[in-house]
Structure formats: C-alpha cells, structure tokens
C-alpha cells in the first residue's frame, strides 16, 4: 500500500508530538479517534480548517465497540466508512506534516496508513474594490489574501479549459503557495518555462513579503528603481491580461497579482480608459501620459529656467523667484519634494480618525509658515505640488516612486551643470531604459524598437470593436484574436 507512511498509530503520534511538541501549540489538534470500530489519529491546524464540516462529516461515524482490524483491509474499510470526495493519500511523512501545514486535515489509521481531507477554510478578507485602481464605473470586487479565492475570480471571467493555474511550492521553511495561471492556447513557452526554472532555483527560508519578495528573486532586481513587473489587485485587468498572452503569478497571502511580461507602457494603463468612451479613453492616456513626463522634468526644467533668465522666451517672464531667500533654491526644491515623501509616509502611519487632522496641520499651517519665514519661496511650493499632482497621476505606484529617483538625478546635474547636465541627465536615464530587458523584453517597446501600429495603439484606446492583434512582444501562440 503506497500510502502506509508509518508502522503504527503510534509511532505516528510519537512522530507528531516530536515536531509539534506535546500540548505546546493551542491551535495544534492532536487527537485519537474512532471511524465507527476504527482508530484514527486526526491532526490539523484549528485556524485553517472548516470546523463544522469536519463535524458534520464525523458526527455519523460515532464509536462503535471496539473491534481488531485486519491490516490486508483496513484502508477498504476507512475508505467505505469515510467516503469523503476531497480525500487524497500522500506518500510519505513529509507530504503528510506539508499537508497538515497548508490546512488540510490528516487521518493516521490503527496500522499507520495516511489521508488527507481537503477542509481547507483560510482566514481573510472577502473582495472588495482596491484601494489603488479605483474605478468610477465597473466591477467593484479585488483580490484578497486566499490563493484559491483569487483563482476563482479570474476563473469566473475567463470560463475556458485552456486556463492553467499551476501549483507550485517554493522556499524550505515557509513552503509558500504560489500559483501560475496563464492561457495554455496563448501562452509563450518559453516565458513560461523561464518562469519556472526561476521558481525552481529559489532557494530561500520564506517569502513573507510575498510578491515583492518573488520579484526580486525571479528577476534578480538588485538595485534597480524600476519594476519589472505590474502589479494589480483587479480581476478584470489580470484576465485582460491573460487573454493577450500574458502569465500572472499569485502568491498565497498576497492580494496582488503579479502579471509578466510587461513594458513601460504596460505600467501606464488603468482600468478607467477602458471604462470609458474610446474618445475619452484616449484623452484620459493622454493626459496620464503628459503627467509622467512633467512629473519627471518639471521641477529640473522650472529650476533651469529660474537661474538661467536668458533661456525664458517673452510671455514666460512669471518664471522665477520673485522673493530671495537665504536658502540656495535648489535645496528648497529638495527641502520641499523630500518633505511631501515624508508627508506621504506620515499619512500611511497615521490612524484614519487622524489622517484629515495631519494633513491640515502639515499643508495649511506648517506650509504657510515656512513661507512667512523665509525657508520657502511660494514658487517652490507651487511648483513642488504640481509635480506631487503630476506623480500621482502615474497609476503604478512603483513607477511613480522610480520617477522621483530620476528627477531628483536631473536636478542634481542640472544644478551641477546647468543646461549641459539637464540634457546629459536626460541621455544617460534614456540609455539607461533601454538597456533594462526583463525576460528579454524590450522596457521601452513599441517606441524602441519602434513598431509603428503597436505604439499607436499604446497612445490611442481604440474601440474594443477593431481587430486588434495581441501585442508581439508577449510573444502568443495566436497573435490573432478570435
């Protein structure tokens, strides 16, 4: 019998209380008992199983008297008496405890043979909207921290049998869940077989922080500011995604979705253009794409500008600092950017019932007496706060992040070097894009290389109705859409 994993119920209890130690852990249940003449030793974990209908399924099986089993037909006999159709039988001891572990309910019989019952009931929250990719109109449920759960969403959107959802079990101690769904009929082969020969080489005690943790393992990131990788707590948006050819990854207790391979264009899109009149989707990329580009050059250009009054053309004289302060103005714009960081981060800490009461305190009263004082000049408030707005305008907050690293780069050099280290700044983040080739792929395509149909649909939302191809650098097995 391949499922005898130990000689008795015994050694089995033995073996239990070696690893969880006798009476230690509360929610650790140990406990002997019988399968109407059979003994059996059940283990679970209280917090991560269905306690009723593990007594649903018991309460029929009440002791009867007690009575010798022949072991040639024990395993027929739990088998008839405890016909339950989530049964499975592991191979060994170690399959055994993982399965105990990830919530399953294990069942030791009198002569050592094992079976775990699928009464999986992990704790957290139900879908709900993210709070990240809001949208005015459309679906308001997101993921939650349930692996299952979230595999359910995009199965409900996307009812094919040519959508996988791979299970595999990466790092030695923490045993994460991590599942990988993609369109078998779609899929490029060999984005998915990189993918798994990266999870295979994952060598590590646990992945706590779940999906940022995955990637930086799977793309060895090191110290790149960008992602490499999107991110979304949406449903809708993951299957969109795997319907084009794309793979996500969901790791368990993490309510985002990892989806690859992506580009920077990928990282630019939102739901909402989508939501909208293909006219007014178009105007809302526009815009968002304007925003990334000012939040990048605006404070650099405005400082530019503002030492340098030869390069104003008429009609922008209102460019400047029309106070002096004892503060070289760069450090303000430093001083100033640095400090709307701290203002975010205080935001994040800070209770709810308080947050309106910090954000009064921090903008009205702390801004305007700085100005009163002398450390700021208005204009460095003005401007600072545009690009603030322009920043969170990018829907990828890890972009968002990544672009203040380069403009305070170009302002540095700027400041530096005045005109000459503003558009050195520029060439030198531009070569440094397109070196960036995460699973082989492009990060600037369909600008470089330049494939002009692609980027136009990149900068334009066309009607769902156009027969659009799935975009080449996925690399589908069907670029054509049904």
């Not at 069942?107 to 929250?125: A, C, D, K, Q, S």
């Not at 110290?223 to 990854?249: C, K, M, N, T, W």
Request: some cysteine.
């Amino acid at each position: 019998m391949t499922n005898r994993i130990f000689a008795s119920i015994d050694e089995a209890k033995d073996y239990f209380y070696s690893n969880f130690g006798k009476d230690v852990s509360y929610d650790v249940l140990i406990k002997e008992i019988y399968v109407k003449k059979l003994p059996v030793l059940c283990v679970y974990i209280s917090g991560l199983i269905d306690a009723n209908t593990l007594t649903i399924q018991l309460t029929p099986l009440l002791h009867e008297d007690d009575a010798e089993i022949d072991i040639e037909n024990e395993d027929e006999y739990f088998d008839a008496k405890f016909n339950f159709y989530g049964k499975s039988e592991p191979k060994d001891k170690e399959e055994f405890m993982l399965g105990v572990l990830s919530g399953t309910v294990g069942f030791i019989t009198l002569n050592g043979f094992g079976y775990l019952m699928e009464l999986r009931n992990y704790p957290g929250r139900q879908p709900m909207e993210p709070d990240n990719e809001k949208v005015i109109r459309g679906s308001r449920d997101g993921f939650a921290e349930n692996i299952i759960l979230n595999t359910a969403l995009i199965r409900r959107r996307i009812r094919s049998p040519q959508l996988r959802c791979e299970l595999h079990k990466i790092t030695d101690i923490g045993h994460t869940d991590v599942s990988i769904v993609y369109m078998n009929d779609l899929v490029n082969q060999k984005h998915l077989n990189w993918l798994k020969k990266r999870l295979d080489e994952i060598k590590h005690d646990g992945l706590t922080m779940t999906d940022k943790s995955l990637e930086e393992w799977l793309f060895k990131q090191k110290f790149h500011p960008l992602p490499f990788v999107r991110y979304s707590e949406r449903p809708d948006i993951v299957s969109a995604h795997l319907l084009e050819g794309h793979i996500a990854v969901i790791v368990d207790t993490s309510p985002s979705v990892i989806i690859i391979p992506v580009t920077l264009f990928h990282l630019m899109q939102h739901a909402e253009e989508y939501r909208q009149a293909p006219l007014v989707g178009t105007m809302i990329r526009f815009l968002r794409y304007f925003a990334t580009v000012m939040s990048l050059v605006l404070l650099p250009l405005w400082y530019l500008l503002a030492t340098n009054e030869q390069y104003l053309p008429k009609g922008l004289d209102f460019i400047g600092v029309k106070e002096e302060s004892s503060i070289p103005l760069f450090l303000q714009i430093i001083i100033a950017d640095f400090g709307l960081d701290y203002l975010r981060i205080a935001a994040i800490h800070t209770p709810t019932p308080l947050s309106t009461a910090m954000g009064l305190v921090a903008g009205i009263i702390i801004g305007q007496i700085a100005i009163d004082v002398g450390l700021f000049s208005p204009e460095i408030i003005l401007y600072t706060a545009v690009a603030a707005i322009f920043t969170f305008s990018i829907p990828t907050f890890e972009l968002g992040v990544s672009i203040k690293f380069f403009r305070l780069f170009i302002l540095l050099a700027t400041v530096a070097f005045n005109i000459s280290g503003f558009f050195i700044a520029i060439f030198i983040m531009f070569s440094y894009l397109l070196t960036i080739r995460p699973m082989n792929v492009p990060y600037l395509w369909p600008f470089i290389p330049f494939f002009p149909k692609a980027f136009a649909r990149v900068m334009i939302r066309f009607p769902m109705a156009d027969d659009a191809l799935r975009p080449y650098v996925v690399g589908a097995k069907k670029r054509k859409r049904a």
